[in-house]
């Protein structure tokens, strides 16, 4: 599967601030990407969480999936989106392509204009999860996704720059992660 990055250019709030099903609990918009960077370093060490980072360089790239497991929404405290590194080769075009919708929000015009933006995990049927791919160099790499049904005619999931999630929860799923690729 391609490696999308978060990054919906134009309409970046579309499944973000939905109604009801798929609604985020909290959105923070930047205007400044090194400064939503250290805001989510300070909500880590202040939550004693950690940051799981995509390297950009991935973005863009087809990688084999080995395993995958469902990560618990409740453990993740923010999900964030560089907007300023959404280049028309990695941003995600199936989020601006109208055709994928069932239904359609008004887009945020404050997250629209920032330059980067942190939201809670959307309520279900939203979801992440996290994986380990094969990359095309054959290397092994475990990423986070953003996984959105809510409004769209088919699930639709994409890598997450940067997650910031709780220590506990991020050594279970490293754990359930091994017992899957041994599955695998």
Do not use: W
């Amino acid at each position: 599967e391609k490696m999308y990055n978060a990054s919906h250019v134009g309409h970046a709030d579309t499944i973000s601030l939905a109604q009801a099903p798929g609604r985020v609990d909290r959105i923070q918009v930047f205007t400044d990407p090194a400064i939503m960077v250290a805001v989510m370093k300070d909500v880590a060490r202040a939550s004693r969480a950690t940051i799981v980072r995509t390297p950009y360089d991935i973005f863009g790239l087809y990688a084999r999936r080995v395993a995958r497991v469902k990560v618990p929404s409740n453990s993740v405290l923010f999900t964030c989106h560089d907007r300023t590194k959404a280049t028309a080769e990695i941003a995600d075009k199936r989020f601006a392509d109208m055709a994928n919708y069932v239904a359609h929000s008004s887009p945020s015009l404050a997250v629209n204009r920032s330059k980067g933006f942190c939201h809670s995990v959307p309520s279900a049927p939203d979801y992440m999860q996290y994986l380990l791919m094969t990359m095309p160099d054959g290397s092994p790499m475990r990423l986070m996704q953003e996984c959105h049904s809510h409004g769209l005619k088919h699930e639709m999931c994409h890598t997450a720059e940067l997650v910031v999630i709780a220590k506990d929860a991020m050594r279970m799923l490293d754990a359930k992660l091994d017992e899957a690729t041994q599955r695998a």
